[in-house]
């Protein structure tokens, strides 16, 4: 008997060509073919996209005494897309003092996602 497929489809945002993808899946989602790439990137983005869908996140937290009330932080590596809010939720109330340099970590591993949140400005005493 033959397998039944079923086709899930994306779009690549690995550059501006934004190639759409299909991944056709067999029985317990098995992947059988990806097509619809135009590099090797975006056939792996497909399949990551399709097993365990992630994105870095960039927010801001709190800064005390700074010359800003906030600061602009991002994930240290990308984190599964089912747990940005909750990560966003978790980050809500964190307040860092100034000052505060690129690159710093202000928060180690939330929430156990295998990403630290680094701060993406240089931020003085207010
Ligand atoms: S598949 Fe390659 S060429 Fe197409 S959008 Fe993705 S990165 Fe760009």
Not at 29 to 37: Q, T
Not at 48 to 77: C, F, M, W, Y
Request: charge should be positive; include cysteine.
């Amino acid at each position: 008997m033959t397998p039944s497929i079923s086709t899930a489809n994306y779009l690549c945002i690995g550059c501006p060509l934004g190639c759409r993808l299909e991944v056709d899946t067999a029985e317990e989602d098995r992947i059988v073919e990806i097509r619809g790439f135009s590099c090797k990137r975006g056939k792996e983005y497909a399949a990551q996209e399709h097993i365990d869908p992630r994105r870095n996140v960039a927010l801001t937290v709190g800064l005390r005494g700074g010359a800003l009330p906030r600061l602009p932080v991002k994930t240290s590596a990308a984190v599964p897309k089912a747990r940005v809010l909750a990560l966003c939720a978790a980050l809500r109330d964190l307040v860092i003092d100034a000052p505060v340099r690129v690159g710093q970590v202000v928060a180690v591993n939330p929430l156990g996602l295998g990403a630290d949140i680094v701060a993406t400005r240089e931020m003085g005493v207010g």
